[in-house]
């Protein structure tokens, strides 16, 4: 097998396709696709925020250049994912507390939740991301950034929010209904 190294990128990320890429010291086994470092930097974002809510954008968004080297397409990617989980966050961690028995989501470790949420926006807002890939990517993440367990955790998490959901489209929010038949009872 051989490695190529392309002069448009840096020295230290080598491609064998234009969708895929080697991280910066892993092994050459350790091939990731181009979405899923997306992804693994949006959940680094994610958590952050989470850790530091004052965190300026400019500085998110020179973080999020930086570690996907300034390629447009995955950026946006990146940046969607996280606006998308803040868009729906009330919403993501409702329906994750819903379906997390016996857990509160203030206790579960901070990089689980975040893993969750982005995994749950992928399985609820994302139509072009099947449920497995998004639990498949959640499961990555947790066994790349968490506890030995945290994969069977999310697993189940997810598991039971596509089976709540299992058409993949965004659950109604809840609030008053307007339709003036309805029951208020």
């Known amino acids: 097998m ?6 448009t990128e840096p020295p230290h990320v080598l491609s064998r396709s234009k969708d ?6 892993r092994a050459p086994q350790a091939i990731m696709t181009r979405r899923t470092r997306g992804r693994e930097i949006a ?31 995955l950026c946006e990617f990146a940046a969607a994912l996280i606006a998308g989980v803040q868009a729906h966050q009330p919403q993501i961690d ?26 749950a926006y992928e399985m609820l807002f994302c139509p072009d991301v099947p449920a497995k890939v998004a639990i498949n990517e959640s499961l990555e993440l947790a ?29 109604p929010e809840p609030g008053p209904t307007s339709d003036p038949s309805a029951d208020p009872a």
């Open 2 to 7: 051989i490695l190529v190294v392309r002069a």
């Open 20 to 25: 895929r890429v080697e991280g910066e010291g």
């Open 43 to 73: 959940l680094q974002v994610l958590y952050q925020t989470e850790q530091n809510p004052g965190l300026p954008r400019d500085e998110v968004r020179r973080f999020v250049e930086r570690r996907l080297f300034g390629d447009r397409k």
């Open 94 to 119: 409702r329906l994750i507390s819903e379906v997390a028995e016996n857990w509160r989501l203030d206790r579960m470790a901070a990089i689980d939740r975040n893993i969750l949420r982005l995994g």
């Open 143 to 171: 066994k790349r950034y968490s506890t030995a367990q945290s994969s069977r955790f999310v697993n189940g998490i997810l598991d039971r929010l596509q089976a709540i959901n299992p058409s993949q489209s965004p659950p």
